[in-house]
T-cell receptor, first 113, second 113 residues
Framework: DGGITQSPKYLFRKEGQNVTLSCEQNLNHDAMYWYRQDPGQGLRLIYYSQIVNDFQKGDIAEGYSVSREKKESFPLTVTSAQKNPTAFYLC????????????FGDGTRLSIL | GNSVTQMEGPVTLSEEAFLTINCTYTATGYPSLFWYVQYPGEGLQLLLKATKADDKGSNKGFEATYRKETTSFHLEKGSVQVSDSAVYFCALITNQAGTALIFGKGTTLSVSS
C-alpha cells in the first residue's frame, strides 16, 4: 500500500539532545512537509521541500533542521536550540502541481524527559 | 497574507443532529479549499476538497461549497454519528507553485449517543 510512514510514534528527548524524526513516503510525491501541532494552535509549518536537495523554511523553522537527499525521505531533526519541543509532529507529501492536497503520516509525539 | 479562520470549538452534538462548522478564508488569487479530519492520536485525512468557485466537495455524508462571494467553505452534515467525533481542519492552498497548505486552528466535534 502506498503511504507515508513516520517513526517512531513516540519519542523522548533529554535536555541538550538532538533527536531525529523519520518520514518516508512511497507515493512518488515530489513535495514533502513537516508540521508541528500544539493544542489549540492548529498546524504550523516547520520546513518543506519541493524537490530533492532543496528545502525552504516555514513559519517556525528555528531550532529545527531537515535534509532531502532522497525523494522518498525527509527527516526532521529537533535540535537542542528548540526550547519547547514537546508537540505532535506531522509529515505530509503531495504532488508538486498547484492545488494538490497533502497526504499525512500518523505523526510522532515528542516529549521531554 | 493568506489565512483561514474556523469557528472555535468544541462543538457538542447529539447523534443525528445537523452539523455546521464555519470556515472563511483570505487569499490572493483563486485558492483550492480542503477539509481534513483528525481522529485521536492519528494524522490528518483528507475529507473533501473544492478547487474552484461554486464547486461542492462531498464525502461520507459531509459537504462543503466553495463560495467566492463570501470567501467561505462551511462544512455540513445532515445527521452526525458518534464515529464523527474528531478534530476538523479547514485549509487552503494557493495556485502558486512551491506553496504549502495553510490551516485553520481546527474545530473539535464531540457527538454523544
Amino acid at each position: 500500500d502506498g503511504g507515508i510512514t513516520q517513526s517512531p510514534k513516540y519519542l523522548f528527548r533529554k535536555e541538550g539532545q538532538n533527536v531525529t524524526l523519520s518520514c518516508e513516503q512511497n507515493l512518488n510525491h515530489d513535495a514533502m512537509y513537516w508540521y508541528r501541532q500544539d493544542p489549540g494552535q492548529g498546524l504550523r509549518l516547520i520546513y518543506y521541500s519541493q524537490i530533492v536537495n532543496d528545502f525552504q523554511k516555514g513559519d517556525i523553522a528555528e531550532g529545527y533542521s531537515v535534509s532531502r537527499e532522497k525523494k522518498e525521505s525527509f527527516p526532521l531533526t529537533v535540535t537542542s536550540a528548540q526550547k519547547n519541543p514537546t508537540a505532535f509532529y506531522l509529515c505530509a507529501s503531495s504532488m508538486s502541481n498547484p492545488n494538490q492536497p497533502q497526504h499525512f503520516g500518523d505523526g510522532t509525539r515528542l516529549s521531554i524527559l | 497574507g493568506n489565512s483561514v479562520t474556523q469557528m472555535e470549538g468544541p462543538v457538542t452534538l447529539s447523534e443525528e443532529a445537523f452539523l455546521t462548522i464555519n470556515c472563511t478564508y483570505t487569499a490572493t488569487g483563486y485558492p483550492s479549499l480542503f477539509w481534513y479530519v483528525q481522529y485521536p492520536g492519528e494524522g490528518l485525512q483528507l475529507l473533501l476538497k473544492a478547487t474552484k468557485a461554486d464547486d461542492k466537495g462531498s464525502n461520507k455524508g459531509f459537504e462543503a461549497t466553495y463560495r467566492k462571494e463570501t470567501t467561505s467553505f462551511h462544512l455540513e452534515k445532515g445527521s452526525v454519528q458518534v464515529s464523527d467525533s474528531a478534530v476538523y481542519f479547514c485549509a487552503l492552498i494557493t495556485n502558486q507553485a512551491g506553496t504549502a497548505l495553510i490551516f485553520g486552528k481546527g474545530t473539535t466535534l464531540s457527538v454523544s449517543s
